[in-house]
């Protein structure tokens, strides 16, 4: 990640936060945790990436939908699998 990506994550995050800052330390305290939050978050979403590749993600909504279009017949399909 860039470094000036970072910084700018880093500003959106504190801005939407709205803390009252108590002095110059706290101020640091909090942007170096937005910071460690940021870049954790970048690792693990490089990590997913790297070990799903192109996987499509379905959420459970979709699968419920999926599922309630088509609902398959059991009896057909064990008929299937035994021939």
């Not at 939407?16 to 693990?44: E, G, Y």
């Not at 997913?48 to 017949?73: F, S, W």
Request: proline share 2%; glycine share 2%; aromatic share 4%.
């Amino acid at each position: 990640m860039q470094a000036t990506a970072l910084l700018n994550e880093a500003f959106l995050k504190l801005v939407d936060a709205n803390v009252p800052w108590q002095s110059r330390a706290h101020f640091m305290a909090i942007t170096v945790r937005a910071m460690h939050q940021i870049l954790v978050d970048h690792t693990k979403t490089k990590k997913c990436q790297k070990h799903r590749g192109d996987e499509i993600m379905v959420t459970l909504h979709e699968a419920n939908e999926a599922y309630n279009q088509q609902q398959p017949d059991v009896l057909n399909i064990k008929d299937a699998l035994i021939n």
